[in-house]
Every structure is written in C-alpha cells, then in structure tokens.
Nanobody, 121 residues
Framework: VQLQASGGGLVQAGDSLRLTCVGSGRTFSNYAMGWFRQSPGKAREFVAIINKSGGRTYYADFAKGRFTISRDNARNTVSLEMNNLTPADTATYYC???????????????WGQGTQVTVSS
C-alpha cells in the first residue's frame, strides 16, 4: 500500500491550500482515510477523517469550519481543502488509511510521506 501526498507549500495567513493524497495497492473504497499533521517537537495529531463511502466525516476542533475533507473513490484520492490558514497550521501533513471502514487513528498502518504546509503571518 502506498500513499502519495501533495499540495503543500508556503502561503500567507488567510490563504487557502488543497492537499491531495493518491493511494495504490488496495481497494481504498473499502477503508476510511484521514489527514494528520505534525509540528516540530509535537506529537502527530488528528486533522480530519472520512469514512469509506465519504458519507461521514470527522474534524478536529481547530479544523471545523475551515477545513473540508473529501474523497474520490474512483481515483483512489482523498483531499483536504484548507481555508483561512493561520501560522498555527504550519506543520507537515500526512494522509493515512487504516483497516477500518469508519476511522483512522495515529496507529494506522499506512502513511504517506507528508507534505509541508508553512503559513507566514
């Protein structure tokens, strides 16, 4: 199973970014997918999860109202639309998939390589 994340970059506060993760090696439509992030010196934290059908989503409190997770099962992709970014959102963002239809945790077995998001003030 391989996950390839892209879309990170350097933006200014208030800007938007769209992260995309493309998967291969399994039938991704059978499993939940998610986004996590990690800043230097901090533990990896949950950002958003989408269940296998895309019908249910979960967001961290800091992501609610600003971030939107979506998936395209025909293309094995999961995306994270991030709006109104702040310097606190600066982190490496990772996509992941678990062996669950509904949830992805930090103990998920499959992770992408990460994409850096840097937000300047």
């Amino acid at each position: 199973v391989q996950l390839q994340a892209s879309g990170g970059g350097l933006v200014q506060a208030g800007d938007s970014l769209r992260l995309t993760c493309v998967g291969s090696g399994r039938t991704f439509s059978n499993y939940a997918m998610g986004w996590f992030r990690q800043s230097p010196g901090k533990a990896r934290e949950f950002v958003a999860i989408i269940n296998k059908s895309g019908g249910r989503t979960y967001y961290a409190d800091f992501a609610k109202g600003r971030f939107t997770i979506s998936r395209d099962n025909a293309r094995n992709t999961v995306s994270l639309e991030m709006n109104n970014l702040t310097p606190a959102d600066t982190a490496t963002y990772y996509c992941a998939t678990d062996d669950s239809e509904q949830l992805v945790t930090t103990r998920a077995p499959y992770w992408g390589q990460g994409t850096q998001v840097t937000v300047s003030s």
